[in-house]
C-alpha cells in the first residue's frame, strides 16, 4: 500500500476490518457505523455489502441483519452507479447515454454479459490460475477450509477476474485490499477448524506458517524483508532530494482554482479542485469515457503539470513537444 500511488481502496480495508470483525461477533451496534464507513470509500464495496448480506442470511440465518445488509450495499451501488457518479459527469441519471458500468476496464464484460464462454475463458487463463496461487500461497491455502467466509471475497475476485485486465489480476496492485481483509479472516476460521488441543501442534503449525510467510515475502512482495534495508535508505535519500524542493515551488505556482492536467504522479498534490485532468487529457483521449468527446484543450487545461520521466511513450512525448513550442504555455 505504501509503495502504490494513494488510492481509497487503502482506506477502505481498516474500515471494512472492523466490520468484518463486528458481524462475525454480532455486535451489531458496531457492525453498522463500520459498514457505512467501509461504504462510503468507493462504489465496490456496495456489492461487498450484498455479499455480507447474503453471507448473513445462508450461513449465519441472520435473517434481520442479512436483510438490511444487503438493501444497504445495493441502495448504496445503486445510488453511486445511477445518480452519484452520472451527475458528476454532467449525465442526467435518466440519460442514455450513461454506461452500464463507469469504468474503462469493463467495456468486455458488459459486451459479453450473456455469453458463457466469456467466463469460461476469463478464468481459465494462465495468468488468473496465477493470480490466485499467490493470493492464497502466502497462507498456506488455509484459507479454503473457510468457504464461507471466502464467499465474501467473491465479489472483489469476480470483477478483478473479470476486467480481463493485468493490473487487477495481480497482486502488486490496489485491486487486491478488499479481498485481503477477506483471505486473513478466513486463515484465523480455516486455522479454528483444525481443533487443537496440543500445544506443540498449535506451536508447529504457527512455525510453518512464519516460515511459509517469510518465504513468500521474499519470492513476491514489492518490499521484502531482505531488502529492507535499501528500500528505507534509498525512501531517505528520495526525501533529502534537492529536485523536491523545485517540485514544491513549481507545484506552488498553480493557483487552487486553475484548471490542470497533470501526470498521474504529480495528481493527489493537485486534485483539490474543480477541474483537473490526468495527462495526456484533454489533449489526447485516455482512459476517457467511450463517445464522449473531449472538451477544448486549451481552455480546459490553464497549466500543465509533468514530470518528464512517466511520460515515456512516443505519442505522450510527441504532445509534450508539440505543446512546448506552440506558444500556447510558457
Known sequence: MNLENFHPEAAIVFFLSWATYFM???NWRWYYPWLALALLGKEELGVVAVFMGLYLLLFKKETKHGVNTLLIGLVWYLAANRLIMPL???LSPFSAQQPMVYSHWFGSFTANLFNPL???QSFTQPVVLNYLVNLLAP???IPLLSPALLFLALPSLLIN???????????DYHYNYVLICFLFFGLIAGLARFKLR???V???IGCLLLLNGFWSNSRLAKAPVNQLFNKISGAWQAVGDKRNPVKHAALRLIPPTARVSASYSLFPQ???RREIYMFPNPFQATYWTPGRPLPPALQQAEFIALEWKNHGGEDEQLIIRYLLNSGHYR
Do not use: E, Q, R
Open 24 to 26: 462475525l461477533t454480532k
Open 88 to 90: 458528476s459527469n454532467g
Open 118 to 120: 466469456f467466463y469460461w
Open 139 to 141: 497462507l498456506a491455502f
Open 161 to 171: 477476474v473479470l476486467s480481463n485486465c493485468g493490473y487487477f489480476t495481480s497482486i
Open 198 to 200: 496440543s500445544k506443540t
Open 202 to 204: 498449535v506451536a508447529l
Open 270 to 272: 493537485l486534485s483539490h
